[in-house]
């Protein structure tokens, strides 16, 4: 009963570093997505995926690239990290077809870049 | 530009009483669902509960409950006889002011205290 996983949990880069984050789920979900969440700013999206092979930008795009490996994975990939980037971050999956169903959202990855 | 606003960063309740948080948004769309999440410190999001918006009658979830104005485009949630376990951070979803986009858009979000 997984649900989303994300990996890693935490993680400390020093600017200019790159490194990906890692999502899957288990619930055969098509849209996935991915989040930020800064103190005093909510949930800002910054990719989504509405089915496996295509992606999408959402508010928060530059700096970041995405890869939606299969149906079960959905990578986040920061090229050149910055401060500005420390951020925890959210993976989430959609339940059901089409836009009615509620997000699953795994643990969180809190990243600091120095 | 997408508007998701709820406009109470901070509030507080006593133990067993009711509160009220707000939530309004901004969409063309006619048909579609909002939604409201709490994420306790352990930062897990966790859906609190779920309207229709083509639904006349209020989501109802045990001492959760919404008031949804569709024409006013308002969707606070309602927490009865509030607990310590309540306490969280309380955030509101909604779809983009984009047809056929499959993607949510959340609040800046309402950190809640439960008072003993």
């Known amino acids: 009963n997984a649900g989303v996983t994300q990996t890693p949990k935490f993680q400390v880069l020093k600017t200019g570093q790159s490194m990906t984050l890692q999502c899957a789920q288990d619930?055969?979900?098509?849209?996935m997505y991915w989040y930020r969440q800064d103190p005093g700013m909510g949930l800002r999206l910054i990719y989504y995926?509405?089915?496996?092979?295509?992606?999408d930008k959402g508010e928060v795009p530059n700096g970041y690239n995405v890869s939606r490996l299969n149906k079960r994975e959905f990578s986040l990939r920061l090229e050149s990290a910055a401060p500005s980037q420390t951020s925890v971050y959210f993976c989430a999956s959609r339940r059901g077809e089409g836009r009615t169903g509620e997000l699953f959202f795994g643990e969180g990855s809190r990243l600091t870049v120095l | 530009a997408q508007t998701v606003t709820q406009s109470q960063p901070e509030m507080s309740v006593q133990e067993a009483e009711t509160v009220t948080l707000s939530c309004t948004y901004d969409t063309s769309e006619s048909d579609y669902y909002l939604f409201w999440y709490k994420q306790p410190p352990s930062r897990q999001m966790i859906l609190v509960i779920r309207?229709?918006?083509?639904?006349?009658q209020n989501a109802t979830e045990n001492r959760f409950s919404v008031n949804f104005q569709k024409a006013a485009k308002s969707f606070s949630l309602k927490i009865s006889d509030s607990q310590l376990g309540d306490a969280a951070m309380y955030f509101c979803a909604t779809p983009p002011d984009q047809t056929g986009a499959n993607n949510l858009f959340f609040g800046t979000g309402t950190r809640l205290t439960v008072i003993p």
């Open positions: 619930m055969n979900h098509n849209s």
């Open positions: 995926s509405a089915s496996e092979g295509t992606t």
């Open positions: 309207q229709e918006a083509y639904k006349q």
